[in-house]
């Protein structure tokens, strides 16, 4: 845990050891970095909004369109990233924590093999995996504390089922968990297609998988503004009036709409952070 949580933090994972997994994943910012799309090494400006490291390991697979299998496989992309992170090499990457003697005695009483792409992306994922933001006032109302919700965000609760919005956000962290387009019950107008609008055809060369995305998982989701793979709706009432419009087909009247935000509000975990020098 110590260790992971080190090397999340640690900028010499980047090419000019300016940006870590943290850069783009604050801890106290809802995992996110509050950009459209995210600013890597030399100001290099990323093709996709950085989802959530919040709760992902309940997500069926990582990234927007689910190319890395396991919270490892999603570690070992950034630092190799030539937008992201920009190392060239796990060797570039060793070569620097090699010269930290603290560090390296700390992973060896880990990975006694010693430093290594593998053990790396390993330790960080296991850091992670701990990630989780229990406790909030849906989980508390679920538990049977009828206090825990208020009015508005209970009348919001029945107003998303009613809307079917938990057919694609269910489960442990409402989303997470399929692959859905946008545009089900009217077109969505994308523009000029990018690469990263082609989402989850990107790993399956599936034609039925065009513009699908990994619905994303809404807890915390008040936190985690700009919305979308594309980052580009800057407010939690536009995105649920969006999702309404292209997903549901219908357009709510703004009373509704405000209890739904009102209900997501609710789902804002308990984050217990990490301490460093916890033994």
């Known amino acids: 845990m110590a260790l992971g949580f080190a090397l999340y933090h640690d900028p010499r994972l980047s090419a000019d050891s300016t940006i870590s997994c943290a850069h783009c994943h604050a ?16 100001g290099a400006v990323g093709p996709i909004n950085a989802p959530t490291v919040f ?9 927007w369109d689910g190319r890395a299998a396991t919270l490892q496989d999603q570690a070992g992309g950034p630092p190799l990233n030539p937008i992201e992170m920009a190392s060239k090499s796990w060797d570039e990457i060793i070569a620097k924590l090699e010269k930290d003697p603290q560090l390296k005695a700390q992973f060896l009483e880990v990975y006694p ?23 909030s006032p849906f989980d508390k109302w679920l538990r049977g504390d009828e206090n825990a919700l208020t009015a508005q965000q209970k009348k919001g609760y029945q107003l998303f089922k009613d809307n079917k919005c938990a057919t694609c956000h269910g489960g442990i962290i409402l ?6 387009p946008l545009g089900l019950k009217k077109d969505f107008n994308f523009g000029e297609i990018t690469a990263a609008d082609i989402g989850r055809m990107n ?47 219908k357009e709510l009247p703004q009373e509704d709409v405000d209890d739904i935000v009102a209900f997501l ?3 804002n975990g308990v984050y217990t952070p990490y301490m460093q020098d916890k033994q």
Do not use: W
Not at 214 to 243: E, I, Q, S, W
């Open 175 to 180: 989303g997470g968990r399929s692959f859905e």
């Open 113 to 135: 093999q010693g430093f290594s792409g593998e053990n790396i992306t390993d330790a960080i994922a296991e850091f992670e995996k701990t990630l989780i933001t229990p406790d």
């Open 27 to 42: 801890l106290n910012a809802g995992g996110v970095d509050g950009r459209k799309t995210s600013i890597g090494v030399g």
């Open 265 to 267: 509000h609710s789902l």
């Open 203 to 249: 790993v399956t060369k599936e034609e039925r998988d065009k513009l699908r995305q990994k619905v994303p998982g809404l807890r915390n989701v008040a936190l985690t503004a700009p919305y979308f793979h594309r980052g580009d709706v800057p407010t939690l009432d536009g995105a649920v009036k969006l999702m309404l419009r292209y997903q549901v087909g």
């Open 55 to 63: 709760n992902s390991v309940f997500n069926v697979e990582q990234f």
